[in-house]
């Protein structure tokens, strides 16, 4: 199967600073690629959808201000948490569909964030 | 009512059996469905899809997919205590194709 990437793959940071979370595809070219955050014991949660080029489109209640997104190439999206507070802390997984493909989905690692 | 639903289990089998997961889906134009597996602490796996009405296999796994009572299982034979894991059911609504819903996941046990 496809190969995506993420970096870092455990962050702790201090309240009120600001983590960029990578996401690659290895071995294939993504035309979109999702954010997900996942709490202990809990399911997946969508945060935002992201296209190549264009702005991401984010899920109801998902700051769009705090969380951004960008999409800069077909291989590469990354997600910035801004001024992080403890109830951020979670494991954020991206997800990525191959350009050739129909609608499989390949996920990332995940980055476990801390905030401490 | 959730647009992806799945017993959250947990779901014990010994080793050997077959474990059954079972999933529901509201929308009944969705045509996209997936299996995912995910370890604790792990991101998810692809296991398996299926677009089509009837049985997929693909080893141990057989995806079944019955789209007019709109229901998708997977069935794991010969269980192993390494499958032990998470197992999520994914839909693509025919509503919006851009964004798969999850199930919130069946936990599944196997006991030597």
């Known amino acids: 199967g496809a190969v995506v990437s993420q970096h870092p793959s455990r962050v702790i940071c201090k309240s009120g600073t600001s983590v960029k979370i990578e996401c690659r595809s290895l071995?294939?070219?993504?035309?979109?690629m999702f954010w997900y955050r996942q709490f202990p014991k809990q399911s997946l949660m969508l945060m935002a959808t992201?296209?190549?080029?264009?702005?991401?489109?984010?899920e109801q209640g998902v700051e769009k201000d705090k969380f951004l997104i960008n999409h800069a190439s077909l291989t590469l999206s990354t997600l910035t948490v801004t001024s992080a507070h403890p109830e951020d802390s979670s494991f954020y997984i991206c997800?990525?569909?191959?350009?050739?493909?129909?609608?499989?989905?390949?996920f990332g690692p995940g980055t476990r964030l801390t905030v401490t | 009512q959730k647009e992806v639903e799945q017993n959250s289990g947990p779901l014990s089998v010994p080793e050997g059996a077959i474990a059954s997961l079972n999933c529901t889906y509201s929308?009944?134009?969705?045509?996209?469905f997936f299996w995912y597996r995910q370890y604790s602490g792990k991101s998810p796996e692809l296991i398996m899809f299926?677009?089509?009405?009837g049985d997929k296999e693909d080893g141990r796994f057989t995806a079944q997919l019955n789209k007019a009572s709109q229901y998708v299982s997977l069935l794991i034979r010969d269980s192993q205590p390494s499958d032990s894991a998470t197992y999520l059911c994914?839909?693509?609504?025919?509503?919006?194709?851009?964004?798969?819903?999850f199930g919130a996941g069946t936990r599944l046990t196997v006991k030597p």
């Open positions: 299926i677009y089509s009405n």
């Open positions: 997800s990525a569909r191959e350009l050739a493909g129909v609608y499989e989905q390949y």
């Open positions: 994914a839909v693509f609504p025919q509503y919006n194709n851009n964004d798969m819903r």
């Open positions: 071995d294939f070219q993504a035309t979109t």
């Open positions: 929308d009944r134009g969705s045509q996209s």
């Open positions: 992201s296209n190549e080029g264009s702005k991401a489109t984010y």
